[in-house]
């Protein structure tokens, strides 16, 4: 159980058009979500944490016009990168919690790579 | 703010030696410490986690870690190490609260097991 699956897992862009990345939580239902940004041999950044029917709550330092979360049901969220540029060239992880359930241990998805030309 | 430290960036380890990763936190509250393990192009796996209780903690594929409050600390180890456990390894801790679920993530550390 307590699987989270994302989609695509590897994706090409070019400068200037949008992508958009889904996290799904395929077995139970996940009130929060969470993505992460991990840059190459190096830890992950917490982005964002999504909850089912609300606005997304953004760390300090990350633009949330070019981040765009919806975390439209219980079982997917999606991150929108809008006007990608190759610094947004990154591996993008989402995680998935049911906060009264294993003291809202985190799942995690497989991960996203995304590589902007 | 919570804050969890690894400092070791990378272990290099013989094969049926034993193998430890180090984490010390810092939280204002009781902690909640997780391990997790990624593989190249992979997201992360659940290793184990501390949550109350017995300060030792058994997990996954042969791993365990000690919970020490008065070291602030949380290492991982593994009595034998195999090849397969040559990954990235991470330490989080979250206390939940004002916090909420939020994890925060160690640097990691590299894992190098050598036949």
């Known amino acids: 159980g307590a699987v989270v699956s994302q989609h695509p897992s590897r994706v090409i862009c070019k400068s200037g058009t949008s992508v958009k990345i889904e996290c799904r939580s395929l077995d139970f239902q996940a009130t929060t979500m969470f993505w992460y940004r991990q840059f190459p041999k190096k830890s992950l950044m917490l982005m964002a944490t999504s909850n089912e029917g609300s606005k997304a709550t953004y760390e300090q330092g990350v633009e949330k016009d070019k981040f765009l979360i919806n975390h439209a049901s219980l079982t997917l969220s999606t991150l929108t990168v809008t006007s990608a540029h190759p610094e947004d060239s990154s591996f993008y992880i989402c995680?998935?919690?049911?906060?009264?359930?294993?003291?809202?241990?985190?799942?995690f998805g497989p991960g996203t790579r995304l590589t902007v030309t | 703010a919570q804050s969890v430290a690894q400092p070791e960036d990378q272990v290099n380890v013989a094969e049926g030696n034993p193998l430890t990763v180090k984490c010390t936190y810092s939280v204002s509250g009781n902690p909640y410490l997780f391990w997790y393990v990624q593989y190249p192009n992979r997201g992360l796996q659940f290793l184990l986690k501390y949550i109350t209780g017995d300060n030792l903690v058994k997990g996954s594929y042969g791993f365990e870690a000690e919970f020490n409050k008065s070291q602030t600390s949380f290492h991982l180890k593994k009595p034998s190490a195999l090849v397969s456990d040559s990954a990235l390894y991470f330490c989080a801790v979250r206390t939940g609260g004002a916090a909420g679920n939020k994890l925060t993530f160690g640097g990691g550390t590299r894992v190098l097991v050598k036949p």
């Open positions: 995680s998935a919690n049911q906060p009264d359930r294993n003291m809202g241990e985190q799942y």
